[in-house]
């Protein structure tokens, strides 16, 4: 099972960017789509964003297109998680996880990391 973690979560002001990353623990990472997915106190996490083996393909929830982008580099086993425009109902624990698909990322496979908080306030 794919073993993932977190980083980059911080305060930030509204208006301001942050840039997630999300490690892998296995070279099979480049076999999975990769999500980022949030979750708010009193709230089920919900996916954000996703993208396919190679990048070929992404997709967002509707409350961060045009402020979010998902990319990934497989050679470092690695994604990250591009956040501008940060609005404060943005602040939530981040979390990244896999599937097979990026239309089975709503049921991912890989152990959930300790995720990382981001927090926006002024």
């Known amino acids: 099972q794919v073993q993932l973690a977190e980083s980059g979560g911080g305060l930030v002001q509204p208006g301001g960017s942050l840039r997630l990353s999300c490690a892998a623990s296995?070279?099979?990472?480049?076999?999975?789509?990769l999500g980022w997915y949030r979750q708010a106190p009193g709230k089920q996490r919900e996916l954000v964003a996703g993208?396919?083996?190679?990048?070929?393909?992404?997709n967002y929830a509707d409350s961060v297109k045009g402020r979010f982008t998902i990319s990934r580099d497989n050679a470092k086993k690695t994604g990250y998680l591009e956040m501008n425009s940060l609005k404060p109902e943005d602040t939530s624990v981040y979390y990244c996880n896999v599937a097979f698909r990026v239309s089975d990322l709503s049921t991912p496979t890989g152990s959930w990391g300790q995720g990382t908080q981001v927090t926006v306030s002024s």
């Open positions: 993208i396919s083996r190679y990048g070929i393909t992404t």
């Open positions: 296995e070279t099979i990472f480049s076999s999975y789509a």
